[in-house]
């Protein structure tokens, strides 16, 4: 980045409060914090849009409860709204538990903000993520009922909007699989064809996949990669069908996909062993990055340590959009690494932080 008067912030959210680190080079950070200390925090993300940059998060207090809050200079102050910021109608009989995922909609469509939650639902927030209403179509969606809590909870924990049609929006939860949206969340349907559950007597049912992750790759909105509970998967059409794409790596398992802003044939995993075990193969903390849809796969292990057995949650990890990119995640040891060379090599961001929930990185000036 050199030349550039830019710098990469990175906002770690965990179980006790949120850092921020910063860095003109990738390599060396300055880490400020914490902010929100004792609050959980699940999700972050840095909504730099129009121009400064605006931190959301999830917050979840065990004496308050959970709500999202905004900072507009950088964790000095905080501010929610008076009602809160996410309530369920009184008529749902339900209760926000946790936001899963905060995620700011394109430039094109300023003030968008998305929110997963649990129990099982989205938000949409017009004001930049102050307030946000229930996405009523998938809340009434006649699956819902069969959408069972995964080990971690029943949640929506990937929020995709189209990059180009802002009537289309993609998310994925834990049991229900992948839906997708055409006509601006008023209907949706289950896009999982080809993801395998095996434990179940239809192998390939329409609904009920245990997806960790989905990541878009490329610019065009059609190429995503997929993180299931066990297999990896590559959808060519928007998720219209899945292709299994984990020959090749030590373990099929894990919580990570991301994928390459603008090279829709790179994308990032970090596998686990599985059911019970959940920790890196043979102890060796890898990041497993393909350069051609899947058909092959390259450890990175400059800068990951041996002899560790813990586990990156599925959004303790990001990407920028440099050039060369940068890769990014958190363990729940934590420690929190970054690679500016599109994962090939890791610098350590920070250790000895609280349980690593979340990590969002976003370029902003100096």
């Known amino acids: 980045m050199s030349g550039m008067q830019t710098s990469v912030l990175l906002a770690i959210?965990?179980?006790?409060?949120?850092?921020?680190?910063?860095?003109?080079?990738?390599?060396?950070?300055?880490?400020?914090?914490?902010?929100?200390?004792?609050t959980e925090v699940p999700s972050v993300a840095i909504d730099a849009r129009g121009g400064?940059?605006?931190?959301?998060?999830?917050?979840?207090?065990?004496?308050w409860g959970p709500t999202v809050q905004?900072?507009?200079?950088?964790?000095?102050?905080?501010?929610?709204?008076?009602?809160?910021?996410?309530?369920?109608?009184?008529?749902?009989?339900?209760?926000?538990?946790?936001?899963?995922?905060?995620?700011?909609?394109?430039a094109a469509r300023p003030g968008l903000v998305w929110a997963g939650c649990e129990p099982t639902s989205l938000w949409r927030s017009t004001d930049?993520?102050?307030?946000?209403?229930?996405?009523?179509?998938?809340?009434?969606?006649?699956?819902?009922?069969?959408?069972?809590?995964?080990?971690?909870?029943?949640a929506v924990h990937t929020v995709l909007p189209h990059p180009s049609d802002d009537s289309e929006v993609t998310v994925a939860m834990s049991t229900g699989?992948?839906?997708?949206?055409?006509?601006?969340?008023?209907?949706?349907?289950?896009?999982?064809?080809?993801?395998?559950?095996?434990?179940?007597?239809?192998?390939?049912?329409e609904f009920g996949q245990c997806v960790h992750k989905v990541a878009p790759a490329g610019q065009?909105?059609?190429?995503?990669?997929?993180?299931?509970?066990?297999?990896?998967?590559?959808?060519?059409?928007g998720g219209q069908q899945w292709t299994s794409i984990a020959d090749g790596l030590p373990a099929d398992f894990g919580f990570v996909a991301l994928g390459h802003p603008r090279d829709r044939d790179r994308a990032w995993v970090v596998p686990l062993v599985a059911d019970a075990e959940r920790v890196p193969p043979q102890g060796k903390l890898r990041v497993l990055r393909t350069d051609d849809a899947g058909h092959s796969w390259t450890a990175s292990e400059s800068g990951l340590p041996d002899h560790c057995w813990v586990t990156p949650l599925r959004d303790a990890a990001c990407v920028d959009d440099l050039d060369p990119v940068g890769v990014y995640f958190g363990t729940r040891a934590g420690s929190v690494y970054a690679s500016g060379d599109e994962g090939r090599t890791f610098t350590t961001v920070a250790e000895n932080l609280p349980d690593v929930l979340c990590v969002r990185a976003a370029v902003v000036q100096d």
């Open 220 to 237: 065009d909105g059609q190429r995503m990669y997929a993180q299931n509970h066990h297999g990896v998967y590559r959808s060519d059409d």
């Open 52 to 63: 400064a940059p605006r931190l959301l998060v999830g917050a979840r207090s065990e004496h």
């Open 13 to 38: 959210g965990t179980r006790k409060g949120l850092w921020l680190a910063r860095s003109d080079d990738r390599e060396a950070w300055k880490v400020d914090g914490p902010y929100l200390l004792a």
């Open 70 to 106: 905004h900072s507009e200079d950088l964790g000095q102050t905080w501010t929610e709204h008076e009602g809160g910021a996410i309530v369920f109608p009184e008529s749902s009989g339900a209760s926000l538990e946790r936001v899963w995922q905060i995620h700011p909609d394109t």
């Open 128 to 154: 930049g993520g102050s307030t946000f209403s229930l996405v009523e179509g998938l809340w009434d969606h006649p699956h819902r009922p069969q959408w069972y809590p995964g080990f971690g909870g029943a």
């Open 177 to 205: 699989g992948v839906y997708r949206s055409q006509d601006g969340g008023q209907s949706w349907r289950p896009y999982n064809s080809g993801i395998k559950v095996s434990h179940m007597p239809d192998p390939y049912p």
